[in-house]
């Protein structure tokens, strides 16, 4: 079928972006996780694992409409150590998702494929939310610079020092 066709061609796409997304967030997981910067650390990780659930559902899609799914990467994992690079480039992929699935609703309805259409909206409902976290952030270290990182640091030195006395008791 026509439709389908040109449906699979973008859900896979939009797979090769959620992968891409997938990679980065998790990256960028390791590395506050490693720097004490719990707060970070666990945005990263939680959005990392929806990107994931995104894939799921496009997946589905694409077998369904009897597709073959292309779990490629589309783009390489950026080494950025820096939390303000990082959100920069957060906030970036996922304003480029929310535009590209936008666009990619209205091909589908264009198609009469109003299945994978729905499924592209729900997807910007969730970037839109994934940029509106980032951003939240951003602005935080933005307002309150380097204390905003050092706060994250101190809290997770409490809450280890406080396991390590519970466990002497
Ligand atoms: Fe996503
Ligand atoms: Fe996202």
Same mark, same amino acid.
């Given at each position: 079928?026509?439709?389908?066709?040109?449906?699979?061609?973008?859900?896979?796409?939009?797979?090769?972006?959620?992968?891409?997304?997938?990679?980065?967030?998790?990256?960028?997981?390791?590395?506050?996780?490693?720097?004490? #910067?719990?707060?970070? !650390?666990?945005?990263? %990780?939680?959005?990392?694992?929806? +990107? *994931? $659930?995104?894939?799921? &559902?496009?997946? /589905?899609?694409?077998?369904?409409?009897?597709?073959?799914?292309? #779990?490629?990467?589309? !783009?390489?994992?950026? %080494?950025?150590?820096?939390?303000? +690079? *990082? $959100?920069?480039?957060? &906030?970036?992929? /996922?304003?480029?998702?929310?535009?590209?699935?936008?666009?990619?609703?209205?091909?589908? !309805?264009?198609?009469?494929?109003?299945?994978?259409?729905?499924?592209?909206?729900?997807?910007?409902?969730?970037? /839109?939310?994934?940029?509106?976290?980032?951003?939240?952030?951003?602005?935080?270290?933005?307002?309150?610079?380097?204390?905003?990182?050092?706060?994250?640091?101190?809290?997770?030195?409490?809450?280890?020092?406080?396991?390590?006395?519970?466990?002497?008791?």
């Amino acid at each position: 079928m026509k439709t389908g066709k040109k449906s699979i061609e973008l859900l896979n796409k939009a797979v090769g972006d959620e992968v891409s997304a997938l990679h980065q967030y998790m990256y960028f997981h390791f590395y506050c996780d490693d720097q004490g #910067l719990d707060l970070l !650390a666990g945005l990263f %990780k939680q959005t990392a694992i929806e +990107e *994931m $659930l995104h894939v799921e &559902r496009l997946a /589905e899609r694409i077998l369904f409409l009897k597709g073959e799914i292309e #779990l490629k990467a589309s !783009a390489e994992v950026q %080494k950025i150590h820096q939390v303000k +690079e *990082m $959100l920069a480039l957060a &906030r970036r992929m /996922e304003e480029g998702s929310a535009h590209a699935y936008n666009v990619w609703a209205n091909e589908c !309805a264009a198609n009469a494929d109003s299945v994978s259409k729905q499924l592209f909206e729900s997807l910007v409902v969730d970037e /839109e939310r994934h940029y509106d976290q980032y951003d939240t952030e951003a602005e935080n270290l933005a307002q309150y610079g380097e204390s905003y990182l050092a706060l994250q640091s101190i809290e997770r030195s409490k809450t280890r020092s406080a396991a390590r006395a519970q466990g002497a008791a």
